[in-house]
């Protein structure tokens, strides 16, 4: 089916070739994705040039965890690439700050994304906007659908539904209620709070009020979620203290867990892994018939090097990564990471699709700590990774967990003073 994506955009995409150049010029793609090699060279590459005579690229990616140090080090010797992928909020605001990144506002194509998809890669005040977004990821719970059915368990839409399925599996012993450790930290806030905690804070009104200083951490809508998650650990399965992210990750595509808090990133690696079918069912809400929101988080955005000598032909690419042609071959060869244009796309995986479809059902925001929250030190996202797993543990309070991340918060961050 790939392969019937590829060839409907070859030939959807050379009716509207309009730009013929001269002399070929090639595009170079400086990116952290380096399992992507193949689905660049191999989908969308042919895609875009199929559309654009002229235009050559080639994606160049870098190991992710040296991608940044990899990207400033050619970027200040004049040898980066003409686009960059652009990782989301302050590393990629550091490089536009710094001259190396242009400003894209002005394309027609930034017209095709949301307020909340821009704002990963927007100046703070929203006037600059200097990459295209291209995916984020969504999260909720991923469950097994023959765990479910044996126990004649329906997928919750409430807290309570939630809790009466943790506790009925727990009950039964066939199986771990749910798979998440707290070894690694990063996953209690990740896969925990910021799951779970926008149906507190009601998403964008609350992240936002907090960045403005109308809202604190001591809130109610900010300490109830770990109120929550102080009741998640009676379900994780004994030895959840010692259990690594790769150990969760196991346990459910063996069988042995019913549920996984996942992020939509898990699709790929899960469909390849599990012998069983999947479902995936979004944040429970408080009540039947609340308005529900999830984390559909800005992972991936592109830009344009400053000092790109063929700036006229970036842009043209820059302004096909904002098209529904774009959106198509990226979703489907990529299955849970999602395009944030506004055109629709068909989306084949059902465990994808089912994520993607919360889009048309809730409000979607991103994760609390991430947009400027995170520059000072004490730093609110890592701090926020201990305070889920204490939650979890039941080592502090909810109460003590907010005091602590605001009193951290205000001693740098001049709104929250």
């Avoid at 030939?11 to 730009?19: F, I």
């Avoid at 055109?343 to 994760?367: H, N, Q, Y």
Wanted: glycine residues 8%.
């Amino acid at each position: 089916m790939k392969r019937n994506i590829l060839k409907m955009a070859l030939a959807s995409t050379a009716l509207v070739a309009t730009t013929a150049y001269a002399e070929d010029v090639t595009l170079t793609i400086e990116s952290w994705r380096n399992d992507d090699l193949a689905l660049w060279q191999e989908q969308i590459i042919p895609a875009f040039e199929a559309a654009n005579p002229g235009i050559k690229v080639k994606f160049t990616p870098s190991a992710p965890a040296e991608y940044n140090a990899v990207l400033n080090s050619k970027l200040d010797a004049g040898s980066a690439g003409d686009l960059i992928t652009c990782r989301p909020f302050d590393a990629s605001l550091a490089l536009y700050e710094a001259g190396h990144l242009s400003d894209l506002s002005d394309m027609d194509a930034m017209n095709n994304f949301s307020d909340v998809a821009k704002s990963a890669w927007q100046t703070d005040d929203g006037s600059a906007s200097f990459c295209v977004p291209m995916a984020s990821v969504i999260h909720g719970f991923i469950y097994n659908k023959d765990a479910f059915s044996e126990l004649g368990l329906e997928v919750p839409t409430t807290e309570a539904e939630f809790f009466a399925a943790l506790e009925a599996i727990k009950a039964d012993g066939n199986y771990i209620p749910m798979a998440m450790g707290t070894n690694d930290q990063w996953e209690a806030a990740t896969m925990g709070y910021n799951n779970i905690g926008p149906n507190y804070w009601k998403g964008e009104e609350g992240r936002r009020a907090l960045i403005a200083g109308e809202q604190k951490l001591t809130d109610e809508q900010w300490v109830a979620p770990y109120a929550t998650l102080a009741k998640w650990g009676a379900y994780l399965g004994d030895g959840y203290e010692a259990q690594t992210y790769p150990d969760s990750q196991n346990l459910f595509t063996l069988g042995r867990a019913a549920i996984y808090p996942a992020g939509s990133w898990e699709v790929s690696g899960f469909n390849n892994l599990a012998d069983f079918e999947m479902g995936a069912f979004k944040p429970p809400v408080m009540n039947a018939g609340d308005t529900c929101y999830i984390s559909d988080h800005t992972d991936i955005g592109i830009g344009m090097n400053a000092a790109s000598p063929n700036a006229d032909a970036a842009r043209t690419f820059l302004a096909w990564v904002g098209s529904s042609e774009f959106a198509t071959i990226f979703a489907n060869a990529l299955p849970g990471f999602y395009p944030l244009s506004n055109s629709p796309v068909e989306i084949e995986d059902p465990l994808a699709k089912e994520f993607i479809s919360w889009r048309g059902e809730c409000e979607s925001t991103i994760r609390s700590t991430y947009q400027i929250l995170s520059r000072g030190t004490p730093n609110l996202e890592n701090d926020t990774w201990g305070a889920s797993v204490a939650a979890i543990k039941g080592t502090s309070s909810p109460e003590e967990l907010g005091a602590k991340l605001q009193e951290g918060l205000a001693s740098w961050y001049a709104p929250q003073q």
